[in-house]
């Protein structure tokens, strides 16, 4: 159609959907940094294992990767850069110590131990101890058998998402025994998480606290946490915010630019 004269209508009507070298740039940065909350949606979908405890560990690594941009110019750095403050601003919630949300999925993130490592230590044991008080689940004291490390049905979640190679883990700690109940729990639950595969678990951390029946306190704030259904909810807010910000950049694009985009995804 472009090889039409230009006085051809089929002609000027073609020429605004044509693509430039530098739209092609474009797309395909708009394309690469898209695909990222796609895997993190696909993350929250929530089909083999629960989603509160994913919601942190998946949005740093979301933001690691948006951040993540050398030279820290053009248009590439200008995109990931206004996605990742709008995703800090959305999220901001979830990702605060101090809120009732934030403490929730802190305490499900270290209770899951896929992502047990991705939680600073204090903060995590602080907020299980803030969602032990909120649930009712008292302090008691008992003994702790000795526990079988291998365990099937495990899943290597981690070598088949970069979102998550991307977070920063720390080393499990491990201190001398205390007699108070949850935080011998606790020292126990590090001791598991350094003697074991971080990777090989059972991709449902619910399946894992239903076989640690020597952890009885925290296996409780696992169940009650663990349980709270956020799949739906954590996916419908990351198509939110990733439509939010969308729309926000679509308005910024000339109309041909927008059309040939439309184009593309149309065929």
């Known amino acids: 159609c472009l090889k039409r004269g230009r006085g051809d209508s089929l002609y000027s ?75 800090r601003k959305y999220f901001a919630e979830f990702l605060a110590d101090n809120t009732t949300v934030g403490k929730l999925c802190t305490c499900a993130a270290y209770l899951s131990p896929q992502v047990a490592d991705t939680e600073r230590e204090d903060v995590a044991q602080a907020a299980v101890r803030d969602c032990m008080e909120v649930f009712g689940i008292e302090d008691r004291v008992m003994t702790f058998p000795e526990r079988d490390e291998d365990q099937g049905g495990t899943c290597n979640l981690q070598s088949r998402c970069d979102l998550l190679k991307r977070v920063k883990r720390r080393e499990p700690c491990i201190r001398q025994e205390d007699m108070s109940t949850v935080t011998r729990e606790f020292q126990v639950y590090e001791r598991l998480l350094a003697s074991r595969n971080a990777e090989a678990v059972p991709s449902n951390p619910l399946e894992f606290w239903r076989v640690t029946p020597e952890l009885p306190t925290l296996s409780r704030v696992a169940f009650e946490v663990l349980s709270i259904p956020s799949g739906s909810v954590a996916c419908e807010e990351m198509f939110s915010v990733s439509g939010n910000l969308s729309r926000n950049r679509r308005s910024r694009l000339s109309d041909s630019m927008l059309r040939s985009i439309m184009l593309l995804k149309e065929y």
């Open 13 to 87: 009507h073609c020429k605004k959907y044509q693509l430039l070298a530098g739209d092609y740039e474009v797309v395909e940065d708009l394309t690469e940094t898209l695909s990222y909350f796609v895997d993190a949606t696909k993350l929250f979908s929530a089909t083999k294992f629960s989603t509160l405890g994913m919601i942190r560990p998946v949005i740093a690594g979301l933001l690691s990767i948006l951040e993540d941009v050398q030279g820290g110019r053009g248009r590439r750095h200008k995109i990931r850069q206004s996605l990742a403050g709008g995703v």
